[in-house]
Every structure is written in C-alpha cells, then in structure tokens.
C-alpha cells in the first residue's frame, strides 16, 4: 500500500516593499526642508537689509528753508512699508520749504517739504493776538484751517494757520494766519482793536 503525502500549500511569498511611497516622503522631507530653509534665507535678509533715510536732526519751524544740517541718516528695513525719502536723493528736499513744522527725530517725507514759498503772491501772513477764551485751547497745528471773527456785521475770514504760540503771562495766544492778501488789513486792524475770536474748523 502505497502512503501519499499530503501536500501542504506554499508559503505565500513575501509582499514587496513599497519603495514608491517611500520615495515619496523622502522627497516631501526634502522640499519641505528646502522650503525652510528659502524662508529663513529671506527672513533673515529682510531683518539685515537696511536701507539709509532722510529723519530730521533738530526742529524745523512750517515754512523754512530745509538745509543739510538740518537732516541725518538713519537705517530702516527693507521694504518697510513706510513713506520716506531715501538718503540717496537727500538733495531733492535740500532747498525746500517745510509744509509743515518738523519734529528733530521726524522720518522725513515726500510731502513734509514743498518748492512753494508762504506766502504766495496774493496772499498775506497776519499775525493776530487773541484772549485765550476767543480761541480753542486745543493747541493749533500748522495747515489747520480757521474762521476768524472780527465783530458783529463783519464778514468772516477763512484762514489757515502758520504757526501759533502758547498764552502767554497775559492770558493771550498768538496766532500767525495765511490769508488773501484782500483780507490782511481788516484782520490786523480787528487784532489791535481786540475784536478777534478764532473758530477750529475740522480736519481732514
């Protein structure tokens, strides 16, 4: 009698690593780390790369000449965002007239500076001293735009402020105002009459 050996099934043969997906996150590590490190690159070059710009060395009163001494270089970030003049074209704005009073420490702009001369032909800058009840005790800025009333009956005077003081030991302020030169005598007359109130219009 013939004994017949049962066969057993082969093994099944092992599955194959899958090197494919392996690939794929070998790859993925590595863009990612080069993305990283492209980052931190440019990152670090903004942090680093500066860029020289006109600031103010010492006050400069609205309406004077801007002279080299005037300014200095400091050093802001690249591509700050902020609206400056660059120490490269420091000599556009040397021979300007400030638009305004400048501050020592000031970043400098376009606009800070104007070629027109105060005051223009036709125009006239009067200087008018008021009671410090007829005028607001919110401290007046250079460019501020006024009404100045001179009495009852007398039209009133759209004006523009030049410069104006503090009051004084008397209880007065002074108030330096641009107006058309048609106007100048009636307000300087009304200033030494003592018939002068001052009215803050809004800013823009």
Known sequence: ?????ART????????????????????????????????????????????????ARPLPFGSVVQLSDLREIDLPLGSGLATVAWDDVGTVIGQLADTDLRAGQTLTPDSVTPDRVPAPGDAIVGLSVEAGRVPSTALAPRDEVLVITGAGSPLVRATVVRAGEVDVSGRRSVDVLVPQADAEELALASVD???????????
């Open 1 to 5: 009698m013939t004994a017949t050996i």
């Open 9 to 56: 099934p082969d093994a099944a043969p092992p599955r194959p690593l899958r090197r494919r997906r392996s690939s794929r996150r070998l790859l993925l590590a590595v863009t990612l780390g080069l993305v990283g490190a492209l980052l931190g690159a440019f990152a670090y070059r903004g942090a680093v790369v500066r860029e020289g710009v006109v600031v103010m």
């Open 194 to 204: 003592d018939r002068v109130a001052i009215v803050l219009l809004g800013r823009g």
